[in-house]
């Protein structure tokens, strides 16, 4: 297909087809929060889907060379975080870029059991890092980690899963241990 190809309604459509140019999705129904464009990316070959295995994949490359050779710059896949069966759908989004000589990496991991991974360091430019009440900031699997609590109005501190470090509203400061450790 050479131009815009332009695909109305809810029609099933077959095929492997490149498009040069141009695809649109619409969907011309009254609007509403269940209707709008929408692209289904699924995998089916008469199985039930495996651990691990991917249902979809977009992916955003161009061309590296005058001969048209084309290199993904990145991609997002949802990937089955374990055997599917009509009680176990969970899946992972996954998303990967590239660096250097097409080398991909997953940088982000949106986990079916709601945990995000990054990979590298995490940047705001601007705004706050709101975390909900009674939450905190953990490092790894240790038991490090920083906890607040907006209906206490405190911030502790627990550099080994032991509260250490308390300070409150009233600007008090609580600690558990008044032994300097060393240095």
Known sequence: ISGDLTVSGSSTYTYDEQVDGQVWIKDSTASSATQGGHLRLFSDDGA????????????????????????????????????????????????????GNASQSEVMRLSANKVTTFAGNVTLSSGNLMLPNTYGLRWGDTGTYISGSSGGDTLSFYPDGTERFKLDANSRISLSNNDAGGT
């Open 48 to 99: 039930a889907l495996g651990d691990t295995h991917r249902l979809g994949v977009l992916e955003f490359g161009a061309a590296e060379d005058t001969s048209s050779t084309i290199t993904i710059g990145a991609r997002i896949e949802a990937i089955a975080d374990a055997a599917w069966s009509a009680s176990e759908n969970g899946a992972d989004m996954v998303f990967y870029t590239t660096d």
